[in-house]
């Protein structure tokens, strides 16, 4: 083993995994407790963290059944504004009120369906941070961009707009790094293809923060159980964000085994 190898081991030991499923606009009361009754029954060997981040009327629910395991509440999303005339939109104090504990922010269906731009994902970012809740903050490139030899320049600034706005609160986020043309596509970025990009990022938060080592790198971009262990074995993927495997328990409990070491 070399010892930049050495190095990253010993600093990703330091972290915990994380396995976050992300549910997106799916779900229903029934489908909800059949799936989490399934998750929580698996869950018992689980090392990794695990949360699951669910459309905003079933927080409640989640929050009951969740209780008692070691299965965090999650939102998809959060408001840029703190309170007041914004129709429509949820604060992170009213996530907060439900236990909610991450918030996946600047999703790239969010940029893309909801034109939010770099600052507004970095505004709500912040609004999570002061509210207590870990914003999950998604980075990634288009097919396009990764063609064009833009991946590196796209994912950096994404990030750089984070850090700017949170200084050194940077240490208390996550970040996803979900390369837009593996999303629902079944293509996944290759273990290297991703590793190349935490690797990346990792250099970019240790440049903001003095305590690089606290903040876990998820993948996310159709990760399910046959690529799982393949890309968590990578020295800087921490864990992953999952779409579609996230809604049958059998597949995310496989991926939440293979985070569990
Ligand atoms: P996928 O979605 O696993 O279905 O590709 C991941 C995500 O969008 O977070």
Not at 125 to 150: D, F, K, N, W
Not at 159 to 167: D, F, K, Q
Request: aromatic content about 4%; charged content about 15%; hydrophobic content about 45%.
């Amino acid at each position: 083993m070399s010892s930049t190898t050495k190095h990253l081991t010993k600093s990703k030991d330091m972290r915990q995994p994380l396995i976050v499923g992300n549910w997106k606009m799916n779900g229903s009361l029934a489908a909800n407790q059949d799936l989490l009754l399934a998750i929580k029954a698996g869950m018992d060997k689980a090392t990794c963290g695990v949360a699951v981040c669910v459309p905003g009327p079933y927080l409640q629910q989640v929050q009951q059944l969740c209780e008692g395991k070691a299965l965090l509440l999650g939102a998809q999303d959060v408001s840029a504004h703190e309170q007041g005339a914004f129709t429509g939109e949820v604060s992170a104090a009213m996530l907060r009120d439900f236990g909610v504990r991450f918030a996946i922010v600047g999703h790239s269906e969010r940029r893309q369906y909801h034109a939010e731009t770099d600052a507004v994902v970095a505004t709500k970012a912040q609004r999570a941070l002061s509210a207590g809740i870990t914003p999950i903050v998604c980075v990634g490139e288009t097919l396009a961009e990764r063609e064009a030899g833009q991946t590196h320049a796209v994912v950096k600034r994404q990030l750089a707009a984070v850090i700017h706005t949170n200084g050194h609160c940077i240490s208390e986020i996550v970040v996803a790094y979900e390369p837009v043309w593996a999303i629902g596509t079944g293509q996944t970025a290759s273990p290297e293809q991703a590793q190349e990009v935490h690797a990346l990022l990792r250099a970019q938060l240790s440049a903001a923060t003095a305590q690089p080592e606290r903040i876990a790198l998820l993948y996310g971009g159709s990760m399910n159980p046959s690529n799982a262990a393949s890309l968590l074995a990578q020295p800087d993927i921490d864990g992953g964000l999952i779409g579609g495997a996230a809604l049958k328990a059998a597949d995310f409990l496989t991926i939440v085994a293979a985070a569990s070491h």
